[in-house]
């Protein structure tokens, strides 16, 4: 089973500064095979990032994702009020299918 | 417009059955496959397996495997998540979520929350 860790555990910014998330992988994610998703409190899991760097639908343009092997980045260049979030890493290149556990992204 | 959605909340006993749905509508339900993730209370997000509808093809995690039941009815384009015997630790939010070729989630349902209480 790929384990994916994720770091920092909380990032602490302001509205306007860059948010770089971290996604390690325990073993390499082929393909790319990478996802990243929004989570707000009360709500299901928004799909932000697939296959390492494609922006799904309607996902705006200061969200981008890169890396491949075992490390992978998700970065929000300026942050938005509404970007306060949890987002988790997910790799679909093996199964059983995992995910990371989690970056909160705090005011 | 795509939509998945789930049954309402369940509050069940300690070695109670359940089983929740979740219904496509919007695109073609055998097309996809749809899969099953368990957040705890608190926590993060954890794969507990898929199912293609069009054959019931079905997949489990590890972790998963012989606890929890996954099936689908094409007809009315209906999964399914169940358990024959509910234990306090079944308690979280339960979602399902679309994904072509058992890849990432596209689209998700609003999650069912399982209450299992004496």
């Known amino acids: 089973e790929i384990v994916l860790t994720q770091s920092p555990g909380t990032l602490s910014l302001s509205p306007g500064e860059r948010a770089t998330l971290s996604c390690r992988a325990s073993?390499?994610?082929?393909?790319?095979?990478l996802a990243w998703y929004q989570q707000k409190p009360g709500q299901a899991p928004r799909l932000l990032i697939y296959?390492?760097?494609n922006k799904a639908t309607g996902i705006p343009a200061r969200f981008s994702g890169s890396g491949s092997g075992t490390d992978f980045t998700l970065t929000i260049s300026r942050l938005e009020p509404e970007d306060f979030a949890v987002y988790y890493c997910?790799?679909?290149?093996?199964?059983?299918?995992?995910f990371g556990q989690g970056t909160k992204v705090e005011i | 417009e795509v939509q998945l959605v789930q049954s309402g909340a369940e509050v069940k006993k300690p070695g109670e059955s359940l089983k929740i749905s979740c219904q496509g509508s919007?695109?073609?339900?055998?097309?996809?496959?749809i899969g099953w993730v368990r957040q705890m209370p608190g926590k993060g997000l954890e794969w507990m397996g898929f199912?293609?509808?069009?054959?019931?093809?079905?997949r489990y995690s590890p972790s998963f495997q012989g606890q929890v039941t996954i099936s689908a009815d094409k007809s009315i384009n209906t999964a399914y998540l169940q358990w024959s015997s509910l234990k306090a630790s079944d308690i979280a939010m339960y979602y399902c979520?679309?994904?072509?070729?058992?890849?990432?989630?596209?689209?998700w349902g609003q999650g069912t929350l399982v209450t299992v209480s004496s």
């Open positions: 979520g679309r994904s072509s070729g058992r890849r990432d989630f596209d689209y």
């Open positions: 073993e390499s994610v082929n393909n790319r095979y």
């Open positions: 199912i293609y509808p069009r054959d019931s093809d079905t």
């Open positions: 997910h790799q679909y290149s093996s199964s059983p299918q995992t």
């Open positions: 296959d390492a760097s």
């Open positions: 919007g695109y073609t339900f055998t097309n996809y496959w």
